[in-house]
């Protein structure tokens, strides 16, 4: 996503979807773990620099990770800010 809330100087003070950012669900059936120990997965997208460009000046972007448990209690996060002139 675009990251144009809480920064300044203030922007649009907007989050803006990234054009063709959007991950698919990787798993269509729910998946069970059997024990509490940590699990690492990795997932890539490539997406194209001119996408990037949300705004004018200075880009910033986070990605936006959601994890819904079996019980529908949705957790979501946001990684770090990545700025640059995209």
């Known amino acids: 996503m675009g ?10 003070n907007v989050d803006d979807v990234i054009p063709n950012g959007l ?4 798993f269509s059936i729910p998946v069970v773990f059997t024990n509490s120990l940590p699990i690492a997965r990795t997932r890539t997208k490539t997406i194209a620099k001119s996408d990037l460009n949300e705004d004018v000046g ?10 819904t448990p079996v019980l529908p209690v949705a957790a979501s996060r946001e990684s770090n800010q990545v700025t640059g002139s995209f």
């Open 3 to 12: 990251d144009d809330t809480g920064i300044v100087p203030a922007e649009d």
């Open 58 to 67: 200075l880009d910033e972007i986070r990605a936006m990770v959601t994890l």
């Open 23 to 26: 991950l698919t669900p990787i």
